[in-house]
């Protein structure tokens, strides 16, 4: 029983960073709302190069200016697990 309630000793967190389903139906809308756009394509290649381009400009956004979580926050989980 105790196990289960590990997860209540660490610091409150974002629930919009922690509940990953907004952040993948955003990313799918998104990457829907880009291939839209374009209509047809040519080839699969086409919609797999545009696609990993905006995934690739997806991730450097997050890991440069908007931290899934911040250092702070995963220093204060490390001192609690220590």
Do not use: H
């Amino acid at each position: 029983m105790e196990n289960s309630l590990t997860y209540c000793d660490f610091p409150s967190l974002d629930a919009r960073k922690v509940s990953s389903n907004n952040i993948l139906e955003r990313l799918n809308k998104e990457i829907r709302r880009r291939t839209r756009v374009v209509g047809i394509f040519p080839n699969p290649e086409s919609y797999i190069r545009l696609v990993s381009i905006y995934l690739m400009e997806y991730s450097e956004d997050w890991s440069v200016g908007r931290a899934y979580l911040s250092q702070q926050s995963i220093s204060e989980i490390e001192v609690l697990a220590a």
